[in-house]
């Protein structure tokens, strides 16, 4: 369990963030599910390494323990040495033996713990590498997080700043009055294309009434030479008729006409 966990904690420590972002089609969601996933693993090897730190931290307690005992055995054994020999000095030999007894008790029983803790020695030391290594890859994890968590948040940053210039581009735009594209310059163009109509219009309605006006000047030139026309045959004289401009019509005589006269 502890190997397993500590292979993907190696695994994940070593992942080359801008080599997988380049190869992801969507970078944002591949790192909140990169940021997912190590938010979980680093729980799982934080609750790991809590375990393994403990059970080290007992063999540990065991050690010295066994070593304590150790020493309280020496100081016993030397304490029921110096009582036996105190007791031989006084020609007490029954006394000396049983206390030299007891330190060998003694004694042994300061070897037993000795020799148990000089075998927890070799478990304590694997296991504390253990935790070394787990502890270093625990801490690469969370830098690894840490630098996971900053690309996730400047990739969300940049994707909000080009969508905000994006909709400031199209706002432009939409009141460019240069863009024939725009909303105004679209409008504009409709405006002018009413007003052209309005020209058109106007100009047609002047040349109608330009032709109406010819058409009176005409009809007047006509009612004079009629009138002129009466007056002669009624015996005036030419110069009861008035002096006036006399204009060309439109008749079809010919001034030959005149010579027969």
């Known amino acids: 369990m502890k190997q397993s966990i500590f292979g993907r904690m190696a695994q994940l420590a070593k992942a080359n963030i801008n080599s997988l972002l380049d190869q992801a089609e969507d970078p944002q969601k591949m790192l909140d599910q990169m940021v997912r996933d190590y938010t979980n693993n680093i729980a799982e090897a934080e609750s790991a390494v809590a375990q393994t730190i403990g059970n080290l931290r007992m063999l540990q307690d065991d050690y010295n323990e ?30 000396a033996e049983k206390f030299d007894n007891l330190a060998k008790v003694a004694l042994q029983r300061q070897m037993s713990a000795e020799n148990e803790a000089k075998s927890a020695e070799p478990s304590i030391a694997s296991q504390t590498e253990v935790v070394d290594k787990l502890k270093h890859g625990l801490g690469q994890m969370k830098g690894k997080l840490n ?6 948040n400047e990739l969300v940053a940049r994707s ?25 310059g679209r409008f504009e163009e409709k405006i002018r294309r009413e007003e052209a109509k309005v ?37 005036g004289s030419p110069a009861a008729i008035g002096a006036g401009e006399t204009r060309a019509s439109g008749s079809t005589v010919e001034e030959a006409d005149f010579d027969k006269l």
Do not use: C
Not at 167 to 174: E, G, L, P, R
Not at 220 to 225: A, L, P, S, V
């Open 66 to 95: 066994d070593i304590k005992n150790a020493q309280d055995w020496g100081k016993k054994a030397l304490a029921a040495s110096r009582k036996a020999d105190e007791y031989r000095a006084k020609g007490d030999t029954v006394d």
């Open 199 to 235: 020209r058109g219009q106007q100009e047609l309605a002047a040349s109608s009434l330009d032709a109406q006006f010819n058409s009176l000047e005409d009809l007047g030139e006509q009612t004079e030479i009629e009138a002129r026309l009466a007056a002669l045959k009624s015996g």
């Open 147 to 152: 630098e996971l968590t900053s690309k996730r």
């Open 160 to 184: 909000k700043t080009a969508a905000a210039q994006t909709q400031v581009h199209d706002a432009m735009k939409s009141i460019d009055f240069m863009d024939p594209t725009s909303e105004v």
